[in-house]
């Protein structure tokens, strides 16, 4: 059966038995211990909230696959795999890659680990890797209305950049209705400006920046979130913890001067 331990043997004997007595000469053959384990794991996140993950797990295929068909990943709470809850399904031989879908609870999780899958059994002992969990949300934002007619908006939203900007390649602002959630206008897409903090945006981000109209006092909040990508091609996530700006009600709910 699957996870025989070897010992100190090297020979398996057969041996034919009658009603009565055992074969007391054998046939014996050496047998080949497989191994067949994955290295170099991978994993960036780039879901940029707190306790969240998001991104691709690649691994090195072993070195010995011939009884391999596939891999397994989970993420587990300690190394080895202790607490396991598995990543997507079974990876068929020839990839070496699965993606973590962006906001999976990150929860008591600290390894992501990889085995490797014969026609008889997953392996025991598994590939590990530590997971480190990144987290980019902008601080300070600010947004000094210039635009003296009630109930329209204009001039410049600034904000410090997040610590760890590993992994963000632009900012998403929009104007939103409550905190969290509900309804969203995106009203600006900023590009990265590594030289210069606070980074500014404009309201709007093109036309007459002296005048933004908010649509009759739907808006009351200024949400501004870091966005990071998946591949050279594809936009991935931002982070759903941003920085607000906001009192009640319109128009005074951004600073007029």
Do not use: C
């Not at 410090?160 to 590993?166: C, F, G, L, Q, R």
């Amino acid at each position: 059966p699957a996870d025989t331990l070897v010992g100190s043997g090297a020979f398996i004997q057969l041996y034919t038995s009658s009603a009565t007595v055992e074969h007391s000469t054998p046939t014996s053959f050496m047998f080949y211990d497989a191994f067949a384990s994955v290295s170099d794991i991978e994993f960036i996140d780039k879901d940029l909230d707190q306790s969240e993950l998001g991104g691709d797990v690649t691994w090195m295929e072993p070195r010995h696959s011939a009884r391999v068909e596939g891999y397994m990943v989970y993420l587990a709470v300690a190394e080895y795999g202790f607490g396991r809850s598995q990543v997507g399904a079974m990876i068929k031989f020839g990839s070496n890659s699965t993606p973590v879908l962006p906001e999976t609870a990150l929860d008591t999780f600290t390894h992501i680990v990889v085995y490797t899958l014969s026609s008889l059994a997953e392996q025991t002992t598994p590939g590990t890797l530590q997971v480190h969990d990144r987290f980019a949300s902008v601080s300070n934002v600010s947004f000094p209305d210039y635009d003296l007619d009630r109930t329209e908006l204009g001039g410049e939203v600034s904000w410090v950049a997040p610590e760890d900007m590993s992994q963000v390649t632009r900012y998403l602002v929009y104007m939103a209705e409550p905190i969290f959630g509900g309804q969203e206008f995106l009203s600006g897409n900023v590009s990265l400006n590594s030289s210069r903090s606070p980074t500014p945006f404009l309201v709007p981000e093109s036309g007459d920046a002296e005048t933004f109209s908010d649509d009759g006092d739907a808006y009351n909040f200024l949400n501004v979130t870091p966005f990071a990508n998946m591949s050279d091609d594809s936009e991935f996530n931002r982070t759903w913890i941003p920085r607000l700006l906001s009192s009640d009600p319109l128009p005074a709910s951004f600073t007029r001067v």
